[in-house]
């Protein structure tokens, strides 16, 4: 029985702003992959770099388990990964130079990878599975297995041959994701996410995917992985998974980490349903947009299920950027939907995103005033990052020089010219997130004051908070008008 030792390449250490977030969540498809591998008779173990605190520690565990294959195989369902951080690419090609040291035939599948398959063969890997990679690897580890040598039937592979980078013609996507077993939960040592989890937050939270894709078009989404195609798990199958997980390593909430959940008509009813029938009580957390969040009993159907909180790639509060971006959403949907979500118990969160090809600063007070009128219960904060694969990508490719991805996600940095410099932007984003937790502070204020027995130490404690947030706002306004000023 031939071995594989499976790694992914995200070392949440290298990535300062997540560590100290605090929410590790296991490597999806790492786990999916390596099920469908063992189910087909090959010997699985796993390395999890998640908590690593250097690449070097894979090397006792190639000499341990003395595998014929080194896989990478990234989470394609992590928006960190899809991301492709540089620190992360460096930890890569350091565990494909360990592995081939020791022999072994390495393989590797992620988003940078398939990006920069070139990059990662000259850099020392055998074989780049392109796009969605379980099918294509299992071929590929069959045929080393069985001694062949012509790889060209292979779909989805780039490799060398004579010397030159080849590739075989792209894989379609798998359209029936029950057919695929339930990740291997097993190989991966669950405390240390349970154990930050509890130390963090006070509560145990898993990661499930229920679909694949995003058949939507904004044009600076990248999908190297799963493209424009949408295909989706039934939710008898994800019931399944839930109860195991639920019996097995006793979560407390899951990470829904669908690029988009429940998109097909009916899906969130029967779902919702069988979450009844089956006495599950659990919370959970999802992605959304707020077209589709609009339509049906979708809303009532999530809360009825659990969902606690829905983060929304709202993007701009300025109908001209989500345009330009070819979002198909509207700002009055923004609008809607926050307040049916707050309606119904359910916390909205957003996606925000400044710094798009043509904003103006009229656009981005359109954002500010959004945020602070409707209040989101979280908002994440980007600037446009221009990834291969996207149309905005094709408009900036030009401008972008040595410097292609962020070495981490808190680097903010804006590789392209637009209407401000960039540490305009990275000023930006602390001035709109004091300002944001200055009107929350204020909110908090209103509630003491109009119902003063019914508050609790969270709202005393927000409301004091205004005596930090007003101050503070304040300051970060003055900074930005003195970066806008001088252009810095």
Same mark, same amino acid.
């Given at each position: ?17 997540? !560590? ?23 010997? /699985? ?55 081939? #040291? ?15 398959? #070139? ?19 299992? @071929?590929?580890? *069959? ?76 044009? !600076? ?14 939710? #008898? ?35 919702? *349903?069988?979450? @009844? ?33 829905? !983060? ?19 700002? #009055? ?38 945020? *602070? ?22 408009? /900036? ?5 040595? &410097?292609?991805? !962020? ?41 003491? %004051? ?5 508050? *609790? ?16 706002? %304040?300051?970060? &306004? ?11």
């Amino acid at each position: 029985m031939k071995k594989i030792l499976f790694t992914h390449s995200y070392f949440l250490r290298f990535d300062p702003k997540q !560590w100290a977030t605090g929410q590790p969540y296991a490597p999806l498809g790492t786990l999916y992959a390596a099920a469908l591998l063992r189910e087909n008779n090959y010997q /699985v173990s796993l390395f999890d770099t998640m908590f690593a605190h250097q690449p070097e520690e894979v090397i006792p565990q190639l000499e341990k388990s003395c595998p014929d294959f080194f896989v990478i195989y990234d989470d394609g369902f992590n928006y960190l990964t899809k991301m492709c951080l540089t620190n992360m690419r460096e930890a890569a090609f350091k565990m494909i130079q360990f592995a081939k #040291e020791k022999g072994c035939t390495v393989i590797v599948s992620s988003s940078d990878s398939t990006d920069r398959f #070139e990059m990662y063969l000259e850099k020392g890997a055998d074989f780049i599975l392109i796009g969605e990679a379980e099918m294509t690897l299992l @071929e590929l580890v *069959n045929a080393i297995t069985k001694n062949e040598t012509d790889f060209f039937k292979i779909e989805g592979l780039a490799f060398k041959q004579d010397g030159a980078v080849v590739k075989t013609v792209r894989r379609n996507v798998l359209k029936e994701l029950d057919s695929l077993p339930l990740p291997a939960w097993d190989v991966i040592d669950i405390e240390p996410y349970r154990n930050m989890w509890l130390k963090q937050h006070g509560y145990f939270s898993m990661n499930m995917g229920t679909t694949r894709g995003c058949p939507f078009k904004c044009n !600076w989404c990248a999908k190297p992985i799963y493209g424009n195609r949408y295909n989706t798990r039934s939710p #008898e199958n994800v019931i399944a998974e839930l109860m195991m997980l639920k019996e097995n390593y006793h979560f407390d909430h899951i990470w829904f980490c669908d690029d988009i959940f429940g998109l097909k008509p009916g899906w969130v009813n029967t779902f919702a *349903n069988l979450v @009844e029938i089956n006495g599950l009580r659990f919370k959970f957390k999802m992605q959304g947009r707020v077209d589709l969040l609009l339509q049906e009993n979708n809303i009532k159907d999530l809360a009825r299920a659990g969902c606690d909180n829905i !983060w929304m790639g709202a993007e701009s509060g300025s109908q001209k950027i989500l345009d330009a971006m070819e979002k198909g959403t509207a700002v #009055e949907q923004i609008y809607e939907a926050t307040r049916l979500l707050k309606k119904t118990g359910i916390k909205p969160s957003f996606f925000i995103q400044f710094g798009y090809l043509g904003e103006t600063r009229a656009d981005i007070e359109k954002t500010i005033a959004m945020i *602070n009128e409707l209040l989101p219960h979280e908002i994440g904060i980007s600037v446009s990052y221009p990834l291969p694969g996207t149309g905005f990508y094709e408009k /900036v490719k030009d401008q972008l020089k040595e &410097k292609t991805n !962020w070495t981490d996600s808190d680097e903010l940095a804006l590789m392209f010219s637009n209407t401000y410099k960039p540490a305009f932007y990275k000023q930006l984003h602390s001035y709109v997130h004091k300002t944001y937790r200055k009107h929350i502070a204020f909110e908090n204020l209103k509630q003491l %004051f109009l119902h003063p027995f019914a508050s *609790n130490a969270r709202t005393i404690k927000k409301a004091l908070s205004a005596l930090y947030y007003i101050p503070a706002s %304040f300051l970060e &306004k003055q900074k930005l008008r003195q970066i806008e000023k001088t252009g810095a």
